[in-house]
C-alpha cells in the first residue's frame, strides 16, 4: 500500500525552520501557540492560530513568516483530505517566497512537496513530477531528499512506469534514517511485484516490517500489514486474513480512519464466516462518518480563512467603501440581466419539455411497465431466492404493491410515489442482490446526498441502478459488487464495479435493458459510460448535473 505519511511535510518544516525557532518566539507569540498545537496532533486548533499568526505578520510586513504559517496550514489541509483547498494555500505561500536565500529556499522545498502530494492525491500526476522537481532542486537536506525521491518513485509507480519508479527508489535507499529506508524497501517490493507477479519479493515486504517492529513505528507497521495482506491474497488467503486484521487493529490504535476503512475493505473480501456482515455494517457507518467529517474539515478551514480575512478588511473598511458600493451596483446589474435571461430560458425549456412529453407519452408506458413490472418481479425473485426462509407476508404484500403500482400505470404520479427515506429505499434494492456468493457493497448512499435531486431523477436513478444489478446478476458470474455514491460541487457521481465477465459481456447483450439505462439517464442531463476494470470486470461510471 502507498501511504505518503503527511506527518513527514511537518517534519521537514522542523528541520527547516529549527535554526530560527528563537525568532520565531521573539517574533509572534501566537505563531508558537500554533506550533505547540500543530506538535500536539491537534491540527484544528493549529490551523487557527496559524490563520491568526499569519493575518499579524502581514500586517508588519513580514512575508517570510506569513509564508511559514501558509505553508503550515497547507500541509494541515492535505492531511486532514482537502487536497484543493491545500493546492490554493500552498500557491498562496509561493506568491511571498520571494527571496532565493538558504531559509527561503528551504521553505520552498517543503512548500512544493505539499503541492506535489496534493496534485498526486488528485490524480494530477503531471503537476505532482513537476512539484517534486521544484522540491529536489531547492533542497540542501540529504535526507529530505531522499523522502522526496521516494515520493516521486511512487509517483511514477501510479503512472506504471516502473524503470523510472525502480531508479528512484534506488536512490532513496541510500537514506541512513532505518524508517526511511523500511518506507523505500517495502515501497520497491511493491513496485517490483506489480511489474511481475511471479518474482519473490517477500523478503523486501518482511525485512521493512523487521525495522518498523524494532522501532515501533506503527504508521510504518500499518503499510507493511497491508503490503502483506495484498501479497498473501491469492497465495495464502489465511495469511492475507491475518495481515488484514493486523492491520485494522493497527490503524485504531494510529487513530487513521482512512486506514480502517481500507482494512475493513480486505476483511470484508477475505472472511468467509458470519464476521464479514459485521465488517461491512462497520465499514458503511466509518465510510459515512468520514465523509461527513472531512466534509466537515473543508468547510471549516474555509470559515477560518474567511473569518481571519474579514477581521482584515474591517481595518480597511472606510477607504473602499465607494469602491464595494460600485462594485455592488455592478453586480446587481448582472444579476438582473442575469435572472432575466435565465427566466426566458426557463420559460423557453419548459415549452419545450412540454413538447416532448407529449412525444414521448407512449414511450413512458413502455419504460413504466418495464420499470414496474418486469425488472420489479424480477428482484422479488432474486430476493426470495437469497432469503433462507421465505416471508409469506412479506412476498404478498411486495406482490400486493407491484399489482396497484401496474393497475395504476397509466398515472402520471406513478413516478412521484416515492419512499420518503429514497436512501434507504435504494440501499434495501441494492443490497436484496447481495448474497453468501455474491458480495454487494453500498458506499456513500447517505440522506443528504439526495437533496436538491428531483423525485423524477430519483426513480430514473433507482431503475438505472436495478437494470445495472439485474446485468449483473443474470450474466456478469460476479462474486465482489460495488456501488459508490459521490457529491462534487454540483455533479452527483455514482461508480459500479464488479469482477464479472466484464466489457465484452455488455458488449454482446446490449439490449433493451442496458439501453433503456443509457436513456434514462441521458434523460436527466447525465452522461453513463461503460469502461471495462483494470482487473477484472466491468466498471459504469454515471455523473448527473444537480439543479
Known amino acids: 500500500m502507498k501511504k505518503l505519511i503527511p506527518f513527514l511535510i511537518l517534519t521537514i518544516i522542523l528541520s527547516c525552520t529549527k535554526k530560527n525557532s528563537e525568532s520565531d518566539s521573539s517574533k509572534n507569540k501566537i505563531y508558537l501557540k500554533a506550533s505547540d498545537y500543530r506538535d500536539a496532533g491537534e491540527k484544528d486548533s493549529a490551523y487557527v492560530y496559524y490563520a491568526l499568526a499569519k493575518s499579524e505578520f502581514l500586517r508588519k510586513n513580514d512575508s517570510l513568516f506569513a509564508a511559514k504559517c501558509l505553508i503550515n496550514m497547507a500541509i494541515i489541509q492535505t492531511d486532514q483530505g482537502d487536497h484543493f483547498g491545500g493546492i490554493e494555500t500552498s500557491l498562496e505561500a509561493e506568491k511571498m517566497l520571494k527571496k532565493n536565500d538558504s531559509i527561503t529556499k528551504q521553505l520552498k522545498s517543503s512548500n512544493y512537496n505539499n503541492l506535489a502530494l496534493a496534485s498526486a492525491k488528485q490524480e494530477n500526476y503531471k503537476n505532482a513530477e513537476k512539484y517534486y522537481d521544484l522540491a529536489l532542486q531547492n533542497s540542501s537536506e540529504q535526507e529530505s531528499q531522499y523522502i522526496y525521491y521516494n515520493n516521486i518513485a511512487n509517483n511514477y509507480l501510479d503512472l506504471k512506469n516502473f524503470a523510472k519508479a525502480k531508479e528512484f527508489y534506488n536512490k532513496a535507499l541510500k537514506t541512513k534514517d532505518s524508517l526511511s529506508y523500511a518506507r523505500t524497501l517495502n515501497n520497491l517490493g511493491r513496485c517490483l511485484l506489480i511489474e511481475n507477479k511471479n518474482i519473490n519479493v517477500l523478503n523486501y515486504f518482511l525485512q521493512s516490517l523487521k525495522i ?8 510504518g507497521l500499518n503499510s507493511s ?11 495464502d488467503p489465511q495469511k492475507a486474513l491475518f495481515y488484514a486484521g493486523k492491520m485494522y487493529t493497527i ?16 476483511l470484508i473480501f477475505l472472511e468467509k464466516s458470519d464476521h464479514s456482515k459485521k465488517y461491512f455494517s462497520e465499514y458503511q457507518k466509518l465510510n459515512d462518518s468520514l465523509q461527513t467529517s472531512r466534509a466537515k474539515a473543508k468547510n471549516q478551514f474555509a470559515l477560518i480563512r474567511y473569518e481571519t480575512e474579514k477581521a482584515k478588511t474591517e481595518n480597511i473598511e472606510n477607504e473602499n467603501h465607494i469602491f464595494r458600493q460600485k462594485v455592488a451596483i455592478t453586480f446587481l446589474i448582472i444579476g438582473l440581466i442575469t435572472g432575466l435571461f435565465w427566466y426566458m430560458r426557463r420559460k423557453k425549456r419548459l415549452e419545450q419539455e412540454k413538447e416532448i412529453e407529449i412525444k414521448n407519452t407512449q414511450i413512458k408506458y413502455s419504460k413504466k411497465i418495464h420499470d414496474v413490472v418486469a425488472n420489479g418481479l424480477y428482484q422479488t425473485m432474486i430476493e426470495v431466492e437469497n432469503q433462507d426462509k421465505l416471508d409469506k407476508e412479506k412476498l404478498l404484500n411486495k406482490l400486493e404493491k407491484m399489482y396497484e403500482e401496474s393497475r395504476d400505470i397509466a398515472h402520471e404520479e406513478l413516478y412521484e410515489k416515492a419512499e420518503k427515506d429514497f436512501s434507504v429505499k435504494l440501499f434495501e434494492m441494492i443490497s436484496s442482490y447481495s448474497s453468501p456468493q455474491q458480495k454487494v457493497l453500498v458506499i456513500g448512499n447517505e440522506q443528504n446526498i439526495w437533496q436538491n435531486i428531483s423525485k423524477n431523477a430519483q426513480s430514473e436513478i433507482f431503475y438505472s441502478i436495478r437494470e445495472l444489478m439485474i446485468n449483473m446478476k443474470k450474466h456478469s458470474q460476479a462474486t465482489l459488487v460495488s ?14 464495479s464488479d469482477n464479472g465477465l466484464g466489457m465484452d459481456n455488455i458488449e454482446n447483450k446490449k439490449i433493451s435493458g442496458i439501453k433503456n439505462t443509457e436513456n434514462r439517464i441521458e434523460s436527466i442531463g447525465g452522461d453513463i459510460n461503460f469502461e471495462k476494470n483494470i482487473n477484472k470486470g466491468l466498471l459504469v461510471n454515471i455523473s448527473i448535473p444537480i439543479l
Open 251 to 266: 490503524a485504531q490504535k494510529i487513530k487513521s480512519p482512512d486506514d480502517r476503512l481500507e482494512a475493513l475493505e480486505k
Open 225 to 235: 500489514y497491508a503490503t502483506l495482506s495484498d501479497y498473501y491474497k491469492e497465495k
Open 212 to 219: 518498523r517492529e524494532s522501532k515501533e513505528d506503527y504508521w
Open 483 to 496: 456501488v459508490k455514491f459521490e457529491k462534487s460541487e454540483n455533479i452527483l457521481k455514482i461508480k459500479y
